[in-house]
């Protein structure tokens, strides 16, 4: 191991080096090896060229640090901490991974400041960033450099590489020169397993450069080195990836260099051994003043930059206009979306809700002049792009809607970035069967509580002729899984409407607009003010005094009016309840939840698995959907042969009373 | 457009068109343009290489054709037509598309002969591909090339290449040296929503070279040059991945080479444009027999290749032995099982599941000489490796053990590769939070029937400090949403086994052993015979006369059961249900089912959502568990901030009673 010359830049780093280590230690859990090994590229990255305000953690114009390796957790809590963010003080340091700290196991949005986005899950990180890198571009495009003009800048391990979202992500930043997107790979040859030889003989850099990236090496203990790349990384209109030769757990003598400090405390006698090499003689968890005066010197450049920025905000002519994206306002959507209802209600238009949801992005898009539409390469099958769009292109970030590609996983975390850097608001579509395919991100936007939207269409077995690969079936009841996600499955053109209001207005929930691909008529006939959508269960036929209840959902509902009709026809009562979202419907009061449902027996009605329907159903009532998988057909006949009819309901109706 | 210069291949090329355009107009569904582009390469790839026999679609040593982009359906079916494949005969062509028929949307195993695999999610032909080739290499390494040596070909599309998980499947296949792996890219720049470079500057070429592959290229409507690059793919000792030009909907004059004829049919007029433009003067579904003899051709080539195989088979020494293994026989595995349970009863074991995992382990991999262990980078974690298991390496596949890298998608599709093959059984393990990264794999094993088995450690909140990233929470609702796999999630040591010999004894329903991170007791103490796990759910401490039924899963059956002896101390007498199955549970009579649930008041228990416990649990039942994201924090203090307890049990049974 070389002798460590202390500059510094190499103290500022030690001082990351014995929080991490410290902090695993008393924690008897967690990664010291990563911290430790990116400690001086960390460091250089925030001594000369971070551009953030700890006391004003969410100033738009702040460049972005994303740590997409977030098993190294400790690396970003101990710089917020000796940056001086007011809540990472040093008891946060010491209750690491402690129940209620700020301090999890990896980085939480939303625990504490300075965290810009959730990641562990290995991936997410780049692709998160690739979406802040898009928003910032997009927004520069609109506000100038005067008001935006910030670095994301993403360290990422070899797992983070390895995972296939990855791929996704530097496609797509490489294809829109995402310039001022720049990853920093640390470069240290271990995974979990052991070497990155046993599993891996990707040539990262010539896979960056593949996919259109400027692509860099640095020693990754070398200061100037890192500057040097770091600055050349800034001037090139290509995203840019720095290759960081590091050692993993850098200082710890017996230990670095190998998977042993990958994971796992170091244990004391290797934390006394590292403390002496590192020139350390400080306790555990103490800090000099002279260390944090360095890293507070971060901190003043920073709040003296926002300041200049909060001036040049103050006299843009933009100001406003800035302001009411920033702060997600929804204006005046809530009336648009009303009138056209009320429109809606005379038309009666028959098509299917994935063009419901087009007519509805008119009013929303004509409305909020910071939505991002998008798709995954399914744009005239998802109908996310309305009249006035213009596409992004690579030289022209001027639009509002961007072709993802065949990635739904890399859309998903970028959509994730662009509502985490804000000022945007964007939505995205692919067919619902590969929802499962972005579900890591779609997970992250719930657990992260960010208003991420997801529009999937072909909905169920009435997409016909593409077949069990392409029917979702059990996707309806795996995304209701997810807590904090508001599922959305409307039932024609006005519950579409108020879907897209309640996914455009939420503020710390995701949403899943679910369509069909086949034409549904307008089941609510009558204009009602009230957004009924959002109580998440409604009457839709009230017949008084009920026999029994029908429930259903999106494309069903028409089945369910069908065979209520039929009821009437022989004397029998059905009410029928549109519920199109069964989240919102648990968080209404009882007597409501009462009302709506009745004491009748009931029948719930789903083209979809029946797991999910007990919040509606109990033992004895029935249930008309399916129960495995899908086939190749036109969609009528899937319907009839899976039994999912008016008729189906009308005998289990019978049975019932 | 050049002049077609009708050669003998072109011939049978144009038949593959004809059939193409003529069942997509017919089914008014589908996409004629990657069959009709694709063609040429198609045809020249079986007429001079492919060593197949449709009569024995089964053969072990065929080579394998694998249609990534499965939406180009037609192609193989067209191809398996004209082979002479026994189940395609012209009315299935007809059919195409259509309810009941083998020739769905997209091409499923199972469907017809000489599919090897359900392709259509775009990207999991290319994954499964890998882990067949895998198989290949492992089979070569045990039995020589007198038995195995056969090709695997891949034709993938643009998508199957933008999609994450090829860069999972390209980085292990160029990191194992797959050399007889040979993907053809579909090179037409064009996707759905328009050409490539709406959304793509990727160099293909450069990221296969980057992940250590041998690339050609190639003019797509050139027999010459495909052959050659074929030849050349199939010397070299890296896996070949060969660019072919081609333009989209190839021969149909006035749509060819634009995103119109991807997924639509072509119309009448053009297509009788296409057929003079081809010079194809047969009618809708007419191919000349001189066409078919010369498709036949290749047909009789492989059936004398494959009696040869026969012939070295019977004299091979260890015929035995690869027939035992290409019938997936179990043979001593069930009485090796119950020795285990017998001595595991005696030993009473307090270990995590995951630990009692790699314990069974020991006795599986001891009496199956054909099981592929594996992981994704956490071999340490999931305990996925036995003691005489040895790794694969690039250079020697006579191991049994792979390092998938930090791939779980990839992982996936290949163990799915690898049972698709035959011979091998394949196991691989990540933490169970990361089965949302392998979905779409696992959907497919499922969809497909093949015996995939998933290991998912790390189970619940008791991972601990990871905190909710890396907690499952909705994830065994989720996964026990997917039909036709079997969720398996043992209370302890003996349930373990019992779900190891579910797993390795099933034919066609993949598996998934969930198991915890926490140390657990034996809680089954005396020996039971039968596979009891296999009943889905059983009675494992029964009261006689219930006042209570506590149903609990895993981790959560030793707080079922501390919760049973505080209530026995209060008088209150609980039967305890251990239930680590819910798909076996459901498949009991009804008989059973009640002796087992019993009528008394239920309390159902899991560290995971309620959804799905409706199979059990009535709305006046009450749930013990997780109703949002878990927390950082040690597993003891996270069960109780939960309020995952016995107290929490004994105080909701008081209530219930």
């Known amino acids: 191991m070389k002798d460590i010359h202390i500059t510094q830049e190499t103290r500022m780093a030690n001082a990351i080096r014995a929080l991490a280590m410290d902090a695993v230690q008393k924690a008897n859990s967690g990664h010291p090896g990563m911290p430790m090994g990116m400690a001086d590229v960390a460091t250089v990255l925030f ?21 997409s390796a977030g098993h190294g957790s400790m690396l970003i809590y101990a710089i917020n901490h000796l940056l001086g963010y007011a809540d990472m003080d040093i008891e946060q340091i010491k209750a690491f991974r402690q129940l209620g700290s700020r301090t999890a196991g990896h980085p939480e949005y939303g625990h504490a400041d300075g965290i810009e986005v959730t990641t562990g899950p290995l991936g997410q990180g780049i692709a998160t960033a690739v979406g802040m890198a898009i928003a910032e571009k997009m927004k520069n495009a609109r506000y100038g450099n005067d008001l935006v003009d910030h670095f994301t800048y993403v360290i990422a391990g070899d797992g983070c590489l ?79 990836m720095i290759a960081c030769r590091t050692i993993i757990g850098f200082g710890a003598p017996n230990k670095q260099g190998s998977h042993d400090v990958h994971g796992a405390p170091l244990g004391d006698d290797e934390i006394a051994a590292a403390r002496k090499q590192l020139h350390w003689d400080h306790g555990p968890f103490e800090i000099p003043q002279a260390i944090y005066d360095e890293w507070g010197r971060i901190a003043s450049r920073g709040a003296q930059a926002r300041a200049e920025w909060e001036q040049r905000l103050n006299t843009a002519t933009a100001r406003a206009e800035f302001l009411a994206a920033e702060e997600d306002e929804v204006g005046t959507l809530p009336a648009a979306i009303e009138a056209y209802k009320r429109k809606l209600s005379e038309d009666k238009p028959k098509v299917a809700t994935r063009k419901a949801s087009q007519m509805a992005l008119e009013v929303v898009n004509a409305t909020l002049p910071f939505t991002v539409g998008g798709s995954a390469d399914l744009t005239g099958s998802n109908l996310t792009k309305s009249s006035g769009m213009k596409s992004i292109t690579p030289n022209d970030f001027t639009g509002d809607y961007l072709h993802y590609g065949i990635r739904e996983h ?64 059990e996707h309806l009841a795996s995304l209701r899984a997810i807590p904090n996600l508001l599922v959305l499955r409307p039932a024609d053109a006005v519950e579409t409407a108020e879907a897209w209001e309640i996914a455009m207005t939420s503020k710390t929930t995701p949403t899943m607009i679910v369509a069909s691909r086949q ?53 029998i009562k059905a009410a029928v309840v549109s519920a199109p979202c069964f989240e919102l419907f648990e968080q209404q009061d009882a007597v409501y939840k009462v009302e709506v449902m009745g004491t009748a027996p009931k029948i719930g009605c789903e083209a979809a698995i029946r797991q999910g329907w007990d919040l509606f159903l109990g033992p004895r009532d029935s249930f008309v959907g399916m129960t495995g998988f899908g086939a190749s057909a036109p969609a009528p006949a899937l319907y009839k042969h899976f039994n999912i009819t008016a008729e189906a309901i009308v005998s289990e109706a019978k049975e019932l009373i």
């Open 410 to 473: 890399g859309m998903a975390a970028a959509m994730n970035g662009i509502v985490l850097h804000g000022g945007l608001k964007p939505y995205g579509g692919t067919f619902m069967a590969f929802a499962d395919y972005c579900r890591p991100a779609i997970r992250l936007s719930a657990l992260m509580g960010v208003p991420t939207c997801y529009v999937m269409t072909h909905d169920s077995i009435g997409l016909g002729e593409d077949g069990p690969t392409h029917q979702p079936v």
């Open 162 to 240: 390895m995972e296939g979202i990855s791929h996704e992500a530097i496609d797509l930043a490489g294809h829109l020169k995402l310039g001022k997107l720049i990853v920093m790979w640390d470069d240290n040859a271990i995974t979990i397993d052991g070497d990155t030889d046993l599993s891996t003989s990707m040539d990262q850099k010539a896979r960056f450069a593949a996919a259109g990236w400027h692509v860099l090496e640095c020693d990754g203990h070398t200061p100037t080195e890192i500057a040097d790349a770091i600055e050349a990384a800034r001037k090139d209109p290509r995203p840019s």
């Open 47 to 67: 001594n000369r060229f971070m551009n953030i305000d700890p006391t004003a953690p969410k100033w738009p114009d702040r460049d972005r640090f994303v740590l």
């Open 519 to 571: 034409n549904l008529p307008t089941v609510r006939t009558e204009h009602v003010v009230e957004n009924l959508t959002a109580r998440g269960a409604y009457l839709l036929r009230d017949p008084g005094a009920r026999d029994v209840t029908i429930i259903a959902t999106g494309s069903e509902v028409e089945i369910a009016m069908d065979a209520a009709d039929k009821l009437a026809a022989e004397g």
